[in-house]
């Protein structure tokens, strides 16, 4: 397995640009959670989905992001517009299935700079 | 709130020497404590986890990790550091309520030669 896919790897743009980052989950694998990992704040939890449904994205910080799954093999986080602030590695990752026991599989993450 | 803390930023340990990583936990309830591995430019790997049963966990490139109860850690081992061990380690617990994976902030590893 491929393990899970994200792209791109880095994105450079412009403040107030509209951004949008990909992921594919391994296949099979039912919960997908999108992360974001910064210096000051470390890696925080966006959303999470289950089944393709958001389960909690308590996360989101602010309307300008917002996140879909329209089907079991791809995700999309975007951003609109972006901001200087929201420069960070955003982090993708699956898991078989919900629960305390699961381990969550990684992708190598999308290195975003807004301008 | 369930959450982890990791108190050292960095460690440092000469190869070939025993190292350990430090987390304490702080849960309602059981603990479901996980540690993950990041290599530069690369996503969190998983390397092991407590649920329930034997204290000493075992996992994945040698580590292994000793949950205590009666001092809330979880801290991470191995008997003999690789310069390849160097890299940014992470505890995690699992928020039974909410099913999230909450992260504590993360301790470099630097093995030297």
């Known amino acids: 397995d491929a393990g899970v896919i994200q792209s791109p790897r880095h994105e450079v743009t412009e403040m107030g640009q509209e951004v949008t980052l990909r992921c594919k989950p391994i296949?099979?694998?039912?919960?997908l959670f999108w992360y974001r990992q910064t210096m000051m704040r470390g890696l925080e939890l966006l959303i999470y989905?289950?089944?393709?449904?958001?389960?909690?994205d308590s996360g989101m910080p602010e309307d300008r992001f917002s996140a879909k799954m329209p089907n079991a093999s791809f995700s999309t986080l975007k951003i609109q517009p972006s901001e200087p602030r929201d420069s960070a590695v955003y982090f993708c990752?699956?898991?078989?299935?919900?629960?305390?026991?699961?381990?969550?599989?990684f992708g190598s993450g999308t290195q975003l700079s807004v301008l | 709130a369930q959450s982890v803390a990791q108190p050292e930023d960095q460690v440092n340990v000469a190869e070939g020497n025993p190292l350990t990583v430090k987390c304490t936990y702080s849960?309602?309830?059981?603990?479901?404590l996980f540690w993950y591995v990041q290599y530069p430019n690369r996503g969190l790997q998983f390397l092991l986890k407590?649920?329930?049963?034997?204290?000493l966990v075992k996992g994945s490139y040698g580590f292994e990790a000793e949950f205590n109860k009666s001092q809330t850690s979880f801290h991470l081992k191995k008997p003999s550091a690789l310069v390849s061990d160097s890299a940014l380690y992470f505890c995690?617990?699992?928020?039974?309520?909410?099913?999230?994976?909450?992260f504590g902030t993360g301790t470099r590893l630097q093995v030297f030669p």
């Open positions: 990752a699956s898991s078989l299935r919900t629960g305390v026991n699961e381990k969550l599989f």
């Open positions: 296949s099979g694998h039912n919960s």
């Open positions: 989905f289950n089944n393709n449904v958001p389960i909690d």
């Open positions: 849960v309602s309830g059981n603990p479901y």
């Open positions: 407590y649920i329930t049963g034997d204290n």
């Open positions: 995690a617990v699992r928020d039974v309520n909410t099913d999230k994976l909450i």
